[in-house]
């Protein structure tokens, strides 16, 4: 697993060296740097054979090679539950500090990269974060997001750097360090450079002390543009009842938070925390539906013609009120049809499925008159087809804005 890794860092390597575009499975200009262990280790077990083959790794009957899969096969993401051999040998799957910095520095001078770097779960250091606070403060190349989840050997020093960076930077779009253990004065220098910050949109702040959840509170109560926040419970102090208080307050009465379109909270205390983590979430549901509200009224308002022939004239409205082009109401009411069709289909499908006597005797899914009431019936698909149709061949200027 480790050489499959390396490899792949290897091969990353030769296109960036030379400016060239990483293109992935389907030839397409990737967007994506991801060397994040659970991914590629699934990727790793269902290609087996394949990158044996691509990579020439040669260990397909090697001892270690054989553990280390049986390994991710059986007990992997259950990490509770590995003996301690079992640790060291997942522990040495996984990337360290000098494993990628030959990557970080080849990268570092890369003129046409722009995408995301992950390197979620593996056996970095504060070493590794330096490195990529000084790539984030050239802003070269463009790098828009930063993933460094999970890494258990982050401290407040990789705080410190990620928050100078982040100050500088004006590429990133968004930051995650999921469960990362930076302490009051690491994740109090990340939150600073939030504040400073105008393009990211999505933060994991990693593990929050009551103190820096208090500092967070700062932050929520200005000016801002994240509309996407993650954090979770540092139990070397845990969260104060009138800290949660005081951050509910500001996420109500600060307009700028009614952005925020996710609030993602990680507490192993979920019963003293339940509460706080319910109003969040309903709040921010808030939040979601109002910004959907003003799209649709958005796309409401571009598809109004007032110059256009035809109009809508319905009961209670002034004449004029609405006037649409003859595609957009096709537009909506085939959406309303579809929709309806839709419901019965599936429906009906469902009847059928839950009673197996039914469907092994119909061998069908769908009630042939369901269809035929769909397609074939008064206000149907196709008789609003043709009727619109003929109405078009009859004006040509209804056939389109």
Known sequence: MKRFLIMKIKEYQKYLSQD?????????????????FNENSNEFLENYDKIE??????HKNNDLELKETSLLKSKFGSKLNLSN???????????????????????????????????SDHRLTNQTSIRIAKILEKNSPFITGISLNDIEGFSYICGQNIGEAIKKNKTLRKLHLHNAKLGTKGANR????????????????GQLTNESLSYLVKFISQEHIVQNLSFSEDLAEPWKENTKHEFL?????????????????YSERLEENQTFIAEI???????????????????????????HSEYYDGDNHAKNAFQFSVKTYMSNVIETLLDEGLYYLEKERSNITRDEKI???????????????????????????????NKIEKNKELSGE
Do not use: W
Request: overall charge negative.
């Open 281 to 307: 979430a309903i709040l921010c549901q808030h939040n979601r539906r109002a910004m959907i509200t003003q799209k649709n009224n958005e796309y409401k308002s571009k598809e109004l013609n007032t110059s």
């Open 249 to 265: 307050r500001a996420l109500r009465d600060n307009s700028y938070n009614k952005q925020l379109q996710s609030i993602d909270i």
């Open 359 to 389: 469907f092994e005797i119909n061998k069908q899914h769908v009630n042939k008159e369901i269809l035929d009431d769909i397609f074939k019936a008064d206000g149907s698909l196709l008789v609003l087809a043709r009727y619109m149709i």
């Open 190 to 205: 990340v939150i600073e450079g939030l504040k400073s910050n105008k393009y990211i949109e999505d933060y994991d702040l």
């Open 53 to 58: 083959q691509e990579y020439q790794l040669g």
């Open 20 to 36: 060239l575009p990483i293109l992935d499975s389907n030839g397409d200009n990737t967007a994506i740097i991801n060397f994040d």
């Open 85 to 119: 051999q079992e640790n060291k040998l997942m522990d040495a799957m996984k990337l360290s500090d000098s494993d990628i910095e030959g990557f970080l520095e080849i990268i570092s001078n890369n003129s046409t990269f722009k995408g995301e770097l992950i390197f």
